[in-house]
C-alpha cells in the first residue's frame, strides 16, 4: 500500500511523525497523534522505525569521524610562517584599515580634506599667476 | 579569537587545535570523501586567517566558523556538480525534486555491505555516504549539526518545503539502508 492510499487520519498523523519523534510536537496535535497510534498498529509501526533511524543518526551525531593522521600537523604548518596579521589580505567589509572602521573614515575624510586644500591652492596660485602677467 | 586578533603568535595553534576536528567530521559528512575533506578543512582555516581580523563578534566564533565550513563544503560539492554536468559522470537519483540536477553518490558502499556491518554508527555512516548530495546536506545539516528547516534552508539557498522533501525522503532511504525496511513498507493501517 502505498502512502496516497492510506486513509486519511493515517496520512496527517504520519505528515506528524518526524516531528514526534524529534519532540518537537505540542499541544493539540500532540495529543491527537497520540491518540491515533493508541489504536493504529501501521503508523505506530511506522513511528517505531522513525524512531529507530533518529536513535541511529543519535549514535552518528556521538560517534564522528576521526580526521587523518598528519592532518593537524599540516594545518600548523600552513599557518606558522606567518602570523594571522599577515594572511588577514582581505580587510572588513569597506574598510580601508582592516579590523577599525572608525579609522578608515578618519583616514577618508583627512584625505578627501588634504585633496581639496591642494586643489584650492594650485588653482589660487594659477590664478596669481595669470593675474601678475595679465597686469 | 581575540588572541588572534592581536597577532599573539600561539593563539591560532590553539584555535586550529580546538577545532580542527569538528571542522573535519562535518567536511567528511558533507563530502563523503576523506581526501576532499582534509583539503576542505585547509581551505577552511585558510578563510579563517583571512578574516579572522575582520571578525567583530557579531556571531558566536562557533557559528561564524559553522558557516564558514558549511560554504567551503557547498563550492566543493556545486564544482563536483559542474564537473557531472560537463561529462565526467552520469546517473539520475530519486532525491532530486522536478528540474533539479541531482546525481547518484557512486563512491559509497553497496547496500549489502551496509547490511553486513553490524554496528549501528558504522552502517548509518556507510548509508549516509550513499546519499546524493543534496540529501545529504540536508540529513547532516538538520540531523546531525541540529540546524533548524530555516537554517538549513538559508544555507542551501533553497526553500523551507524543498529541505523537509528532501530530508523525507533521504530519511526514507536511510531507513532502508540501516534498517532494512523494503522502499515502500508504509505499514497497513489499524
Known sequence: ?135 | MRACQRGEPDALDALIRATYADVYALCRRMLADPDEAADATQEVFVRVMRSVIGFRGEAAFGTWLHRITVNVCLTVLRKRSRARETGMAAGRTAFGLPGEASELASSGPLPDEIAATSDLAARSEAALATLAEDARAVVVLRDLEGLSTKEVADLLGVSESVVKVRLHRAHARLRTLVLGDADTAIGEPA
Open chain 1, 1 to 135: 500500500m502505498s502512502e496516497e492510499d492510506l486513509p486519511r487520519f493515517c496520512r496527517e498523523t504520519r505528515s506528524q511523525l518526524p516531528a514526534l519523534v524529534d519532540g518537537e510536537l505540542t499541544g493539540w496535535s500532540l495529543h491527537v497523534v497520540r491518540a491515533h497510534l493508541r489504536h493504529c498498529a501501521g503508523c505506530t509501526a511506522e513511528r517505531d522505525r522513525q524512531q529507530q533511524l533518529a536513535d541511529a543518526l543519535t549514535a552518528l551525531r556521538d560517534q564522528p569521524p576521526e580526521p587523518p593522521d598528519g592532518l593537524l600537523d599540516e594545518l600548523l604548518a600552513r599557518a606558522r610562517p606567518r602570523g594571522v596579521r599577515e594572511r588577514a589580505a582581505v580587510p572588513a567589509r569597506g574598510a580601508v584599515s582592516g579590523a577599525r572602521p572608525g579609522l578608515s573614515v578618519a583616514f577618508l575624510t583627512v584625505g578627501a580634506l588634504a585633496s581639496t586644500g591642494i586643489g584650492y591652492g594650485v588653482y589660487r596660485g594659477v590664478k596669481t599667476l595669470r593675474g601678475r602677467s595679465g597686469g
